[in-house]
């Protein structure tokens, strides 16, 4: 049985029954397991594109079977999604290897019978794949653009009606792609240009960032925890779009900052150096290990001024009343924008739950004004791409909250300021991940 192909189904099982994130899956896995680096990547390919295509190859499957999928057995259904991400998107792997491994399997985790199913149904859809051809034609544009992108037709459909039918393509492809690995310099520890020429010495191939004075964007490079400009605190990894946010906080040294929702810390981080770590940052969030986590990164990257605090973002402006100078508001969110770098969460999200985020949202955004001092800064971000979660839940705060006024937001992103009072980015239009920002101000008195 091969090893990879034993990893590979593990990880699937992993994300599809025991609901673990697939990023985190496969950075365990690759952890544990010896292998070589075209294994590292072969196993990285087979469990994200399985996962990336989950909804699309479980349609698939039900071509070929006579059962519902969900009747069978989970292990056998990772297996059966493995062979069939081979047979139809692998085009390096033969048609033979899929159906033979994936047999192997199917001996490793479960009976005789189970076996001759897996490798009934596989050879079948090697001799038949029209069997399972996609839908096309007049009033199938959407279902067809769903299936062969891997998004849910739920979504699909949605972007349609917000976007139009091309900027849909655009966006889903875009989806697809592998996200290159964005790296912000920890400018407490280090120039930009020290940075590149520490990576190219570690054997990287990097460039400048054209949306952060910060950012790098490393587009070959070797296992990351292995990175010793990683372990010596020369950089976090954070997309460029977010790290826009911290820029239009634009905090100062000595001023305190309250960071809402702040696991896992990459815009706390930011916000630290940008304040030269001068000053005092609390980071608030609901989970004591994700402040662990913020604390962890910030021992790395030589910050002192972060008090992480086990906090509900709702109870932030009782607690710290008419306090802080700059409050950021990084609420939880549909997370829409940023689907590129998690596979698996397309098809983890419902209309229902986006539904309920508003109300919340604009219940974090209420907190945390109060706890803005006069003269104040209040900023609100998300990575997603909803006006409901956005614009809606701004309008809705201002509406309320006369105090407040809204701040020219475009004109503080650092490299590509732009006219708005409100800046979304889209990964279809501006090639980054998607992120909304508007930078609200308190009125002195």
Request: glycine share 6%; hydrophobic share 40%; charged share 25%.
């Amino acid at each position: 049985m091969d090893k990879v192909r034993n990893l590979a189904v593990r990880i699937l099982s992993e994300v599809n029954e025991e609901g673990a994130y697939a990023n985190v899956a496969l950075a365990r896995n690759l952890k544990k397991a010896e292998l070589t680096e075209v294994d590292r990547r072969f196993l990285t390919e087979l469990s994200y594109g399985a996962v990336k295509a989950g909804g699309t190859l479980d349609w698939m499957i039900r071509h070929y079977v006579n059962r519902p999928i969900r009747k069978i057995p989970p292990m056998i259904r990772n297996i059966l999604r493995l062979g069939f991400y081979q047979i139809f998107y692998m085009d390096k792997v033969p048609p033979s290897a899929a159906c033979n491994e994936s047999v192997e399997l199917a001996k490793k985790y479960g009976h005789p019978g189970i076996v001759r199913f897996v490798n009934a149904v596989l050879r079948a859809a090697v001799r038949a794949p029209e069997k399972c051809a996609f839908p096309s034609g007049k009033g199938h544009a959407t279902e067809e653009l769903a299936l062969r992108s891997f998004h849910p037709q739920w979504l699909v459909r949605r972007w349609v009606k917000m976007f139009g039918y091309d900027a849909t393509c655009a966006l889903c492809t875009f989806d697809n792609e592998d996200a290159v690995l964005s790296l912000r310099t920890n400018t407490l520890k280090t120039t930009r240009e020290e940075l590149l020429s520490a990576l190219a010495s570690e054997g990287s191939v990097a460039e400048v960032s054209r949306w952060a004075p910060e950012g790098v964007l490393c587009r070959s490079h070797g296992a990351l925890g292995a990175m010793a400009s990683l372990q010596e605190g020369f950089f976090q990894v954070q997309d460029e779009s977010s790290m826009q946010v911290a820029h239009v906080v634009a905090p100062q040294p000595g001023e305190f900052i309250i960071d809402c929702c702040s696991a896992p810390g990459g815009k706390t981080t930011h916000l630290a150096a940008l304040m030269k770590n001068q000053g005092r940052i609390v980071a608030g969030d609901i989970y004591e290990h994700k402040l662990a986590k913020i604390e962890e990164n910030a021992a790395r990257l030589g910050i002192s001024i972060i008090d992480t605090e086990l906090l509900d973002a709702r109870d932030v402006g009782h607690r710290f009343k008419s306090q802080a100078d700059r409050v950021l508001v990084d609420a939880p969110c549909s997370g829409l924008g940023v689907l590129r770098r998690k596979p698996d969460a397309r098809w983890k999200k419902d209309e229902a739950a986006i539904a309920k985020l508003p109300q919340l949202q604009l219940d974090i955004l209420t907190s945390a004004a109060a706890a803005v001092r006069p003269g104040g800064v209040l900023v609100y971000s998300t990575c997603t791409i909803e006006r409901a979660e956005n614009e809606e839940v701004v309008e809705a705060f201002l509406a309320t909250h006369p105090e407040f006024f809204l701040a020219e937001t475009g004109s503080f992103l650092p490299t590509q300021p732009r006219v708005g009072s409100m800046v979304q980015l889209y990964p279809q239009v501006d090639g980054t991940d998607g992120f909304f920002i508007a930078r609200m101000e308190r009125k002195q008195q």
